[in-house]
């Protein structure tokens, strides 16, 4: 993470002096002192890109990538800007977010700064307590952060209704979009029937998402830090060619001297034996996929925040919500089908001003899938680097690029 821009990564961080480097953007004293409670000190460049211009009331299109600090980009303005005058019980705030682990993500970021400025923040998402969640609706809640489904069968069941929303943001739109979920945000911008602010982050801005800009925003200000064809910053791309037999050894030596490391599988039967795998190797690994309870992938995610283990080992649709800033090492443990999966999966790394590695383990036939993916990332284009487990250029990623 930036040291000269000091965020922390939950609400356990330290209380910081105020005022912080918030206020210069025209943050509110109160929410500048929840930023403070919460140990933010100073913004990062899409914060400081797009506070200013949510505070003014104008629509907001921000084109970001997972890591760049967009929560706080979008919830800062929201949370000054809803009316907390008048007390009601329908939500004022919405935030769409594609995954409930994002969704928990963003309300537990946004949950202490709200909570300092007498605003109360709710993540609804699948998986977790319906009845719960009703509850806590029924006693007022001002800010939900929702994932589209969950959110669409409470608005059928008439347990919560939007008429009352005074600001929309559409969170990482493109994986929305790359999800198949716009037919269901569209359903529910419909039914936001008043007068509202919108703001919609993504790493992309064409396509589905484009369309959904163009149809549901006025006017939008456009806010970025990424020319449209950035990709990665501080990201080094390794592609390694190894042994079918060898593919976990060779993670574990990775795992081992490279830090917090996230390993992408194509099945979630492939999850499970790799971790089992990297256990009897000595690496502290997980697993997380769609077949685990909510309970167990959030626990996984904790312990993986935390230290507690080194390896995370998912697939594409369960890992879309890490939202951790310091993931040393992604491992795709085969090529991916195309470039574009390989970015989002490479996204988890070098983020928040880190460096980060993103490597490919190909088997022999696998060579021709790295090739076009370095041609479409502009990549120098060469053969995968052949690799056994007992290689020392492992345990250090940097003599690769000798």
């Known amino acids: ?82 009316d907390k005058a008048a007390r009601k019980r329908a939500p004022r705030g919405l935030v769409l977010v594609p995954t409930r682990e994002l969704a928990l993500q963003v309300s537990e970021v946004l949950g202490p700064i709200a909570t300092e400025c007498s605003v109360k923040v709710l993540a609804v998402y699948g998986g977790a307590s319906r009845d719960d969640q009703i509850v806590a609706l029924d006693k007022g809640i001002d800010i939900v952060v929702a994932t589209p489904l969950r959110l669409i069968d409470l608005i059928k069941a008439k ?7 005074q600001c929309v943001v559409l969170d990482e739109a493109d994986r929305m979009a790359d999800e198949g979920f716009t037919p269901q945000v569209e359903w529910i911008l419909r039914h936001v029937t008043g007068e509202h602010q919108t703001m919609l982050f993504s790493a ?34 390794l592609f390694l060619a190894v042994h079918k037999m060898d593919k976990d050894k060779v993670i574990a030596a990775v795992a081992t001297a490279g830090g917090k490391t996230v390993v992408f599988c194509d099945t979630k039967r492939l999850c499970d034996r790799v971790t089992d795998n990297l256990r009897d190797l000595n690496v502290k690994a997980s697993a997380i996929h769609g077949d685990l309870t909510q309970a167990a992938r959030e626990k996984a995610l904790t312990r993986f925040t935390k230290g507690e283990i080194t390896v995370l080992v998912a697939t594409d649709v369960a890992a879309r919500g890490i939202d951790i800033d310091d993931v040393a090492v992604v491992v795709h443990y085969e090529p991916p089908i195309d470039h574009k999966t390989y970015l989002h ?58």
């Open 345 to 402: 999966r490479s996204g988890r790394t070098a983020r928040a001003g880190r460096d980060g590695w993103a490597v490919t383990l190909a088997e022999y036939n696998q060579h021709t899938t790295c090739r076009i993916i370095q041609r479409a990332l502009r990549l120098p284009t060469q053969p995968p680097f052949e690799v056994f487990s007992n290689d020392p250029r492992l345990v250090d990623l940097r003599k690769f690029l000798d």
């Open 1 to 82: 993470m930036s040291s000269r821009h000091p965020q922390p990564s939950d609400s356990s961080s330290p209380a910081v002096s105020l005022p912080t480097g918030f206020a210069e953007l025209g943050v509110p004293e109160e929410v500048d002192r929840g930023l403070a409670a919460a140990g933010f000190s100073a913004p990062f460049a899409i914060q400081t890109e797009a506070i200013p211009v949510a505070l003014s009331g104008e629509d907001v299109c921000g084109r970001a990538r997972t890591g760049s600090g967009k929560t706080l980009a979008f919830g800062v303005p929201m949370i000054a800007r809803i």
């Open 204 to 237: 992309t801005l064409d396509g589905q998402v484009g369309n959904l800009v163009r149809r549901y925003m006025k006017n939008p200000r456009e806010v970025s830090i990424d020319a449209p064809t950035d990709t990665v910053g501080t990201m080094h791309h």
């Open 159 to 165: 347990e919560v209704d939007l008429e009352d929303i």
